[in-house]
């Protein structure tokens, strides 16, 4: 980005002070309301509430948070600015992290599609391919698209060019950052932060979703700026529904190993409780999972699957454990016929996807929480 003279933020008399963790307005009357912050704490510098505090040093997310028509009307202001929208993806989640009708909210502002978590993709993976399926992807959305970047802000790859085609695009606008919950949006902007912006404070991140409440403005140049907005969270992904503390063993952290099993028809794979495939009619074939690491899948007969889900979810079945079963809705099944001669993922939004490799096809019967996207699309590996 451009260098600027002064572009350190100024509070007007009458404007409301924002945590500058989350963007929230602050208030000290009222613990249990967003933005509440101690008296005392108004003195320090930075200043953030004290549900940012929580998350920042103990890695607690509680409290009050956005509902989706508050994400809405925030996000729905951007169609009366003249901005460059940058649209943050999960890889790991392409379908369920898009955000429909996206053009709906922004107007004619462009959009600059920034897909990250690439960190996650085997070694082996060929960029160019992973670029192209991205681009068919987003059309097939219906997202128009001036530029798509691949990035990891895990790894820190891909920023660069991040930066230049957003200096390229935007034209001296503004930079509405926009992107469903845990897509990685807080972690790059502060490192826009870190490098181009005069604040002293870092956006609160945390692997927890719904960080981010209100705009959060970082100044660039000439009195433009980069607007993080709050995650959209879609409660078709299983990480909104299971309790925060499964999503470490959802979520995966480090490059994707994927778990190959060969299956005749009749065989049925668990995915802790949260999922279950069944392999109805078909040649026997191999599916590859790709699914976080600490996740155990568990091989068993479709005439034995019932009975096992019955008796063992929450205990050889998890996550969910045994004391948080109760919080999962109850698991539906979704037909799937896999066409033959085609190379297709199944995904299970925000729990990864299973590829039917067999040039036969194959019917299969995915069991998902009620709610939780289940989509075909071509193998994105």
Excluded at 71 to 89: D, K, M, P, Q, R
Excluded at 127 to 151: C, H, M, S, Y
Excluded at 177 to 186: D, H, I, Q, R, Y
Aim: net charge neutral.
């Amino acid at each position: 980005m451009n260098s600027r003279e002064d572009v350190s933020p100024v509070r007007q008399e009458n404007e409301p002070l924002k945590c500058e963790g989350c963007g929230v307005k602050l208030q000290t009357e009222d613990p249990a309301k967003l933005g509440f912050v101690p008296e005392q704490a108004l003195r320090k510098e930075p200043v953030i509430c004290q549900r940012c505090f929580r998350i920042k040093h103990y890695n607690d997310l509680s409290g009050a948070t956005l509902n989706q028509d508050d994400f809405l009307n925030i996000l729905s202001g951007i169609a009366n600015t003249s901005s460059l929208v940058v649209h943050i993806v999960d890889l790991f989640d392409f379908e369920g992290s898009l955000i429909p009708g996206l053009q709906r909210f922004i107007g004619n502002n462009p959009v600059l599609l920034a897909v990250n978590k690439t960190d996650l993709l085997p070694k082996a993976t060929n960029p160019n391919r992973i670029l192209n399926w991205a681009q068919r992807q987003a059309k097939e959305f219906g997202l128009k698209t001036v530029d798509i970047v691949l990035v990891s802000a895990k790894k820190n790859t891909g920023f660069d060019q991040l930066l230049e085609r957003m200096d390229a695009h935007r034209k001296g606008r503004d930079v509405y950052v926009v992107g469903a919950t845990n897509v990685g949006k807080s972690t790059l902007i502060n490192r826009l932060i870190r490098d181009y912006s005069d604040l002293n404070a870092e956006l609160t991140t945390s692997p927890y979703p719904g960080t981010t409440l209100d705009l959060v403005r970082i100044p660039l140049d000439y009195g433009k700026a980069i607007i993080d907005t709050p995650g959209i969270v879609y409660q078709h992904r299983v990480t909104e529904l299971v309790n925060k503390k499964e999503l470490p063993v959802i979520l995966p952290n480090a490059a994707l190993k994927p778990m190959v099993y060969q299956l005749n028809e009749e065989q049925t794979l668990f995915f802790g409780a949260l999922a279950r495939m069944d392999f109805v009619r078909g040649d026997r074939q191999s599916f590859t999972c790709y699914v976080s690491d600490a996740l155990k899948l568990h091989r068993t007969k479709l005439e034995r699957a019932d009975e096992l889900y019955a008796e063992h979810k929450g205990t050889l079945l998890q996550p969910p454990a045994l004391e948080h079963l109760e919080e999962l809705p109850p698991l539906v099944k979704h037909a799937v016929r896999i066409q033959r001669g085609s190379k297709t993922d199944v995904l299970i939004s925000g729990l990864g996807w299973i590829t039917a490799n067999g040039e036969s096809g194959a019917e299969l019967v995915i069991w998902a929480p009620k709610g939780v996207k289940v989509a075909q699309r071509p193998a994105l590996i």
